[in-house]
């Protein structure tokens, strides 16, 4: 199955709902253009809804930390919500773990950026 992106908003926050496979190819430079068209509208709050996620690549990983640094070049923030265990332990092992700000919770992460936005 190919991935599918939705986008939504919540307050000031750009919901990005991701399913199927990130894997490299067309999809892989539809999540690119996404990420960086969201950025060029002004759009620097990103969250990537990752739930319903069944795979993702090396390639793919390598796309969520390029939207990471876009958004953090341009004073955004990109952040991960709903990992499923295969993500999850795969941004263990590669130690992204540490680079990316993952919540199980959307209510939680829409809240983190105001709060980063206030501090």
Known sequence: MSMKAKTRHVDS???V???GRITLGEDLSELREMIRNL???GQKQILLNLGDV????SSGIGELVSGFTAASNQGGQLKLLNLTKRVHDLLQITKLLTV?????DESTAIASFQ???RA
């Open 54 to 57: 069944t795979y993702i690549d």
């Open 17 to 19: 709902d991701l399913s």
């Open 100 to 104: 990316f700000e993952v919540y199980d």
């Open 13 to 15: 926050v750009t919901v």
């Open 115 to 117: 709060k980063a936005a």
């Open 39 to 41: 950025l060029g509208q």
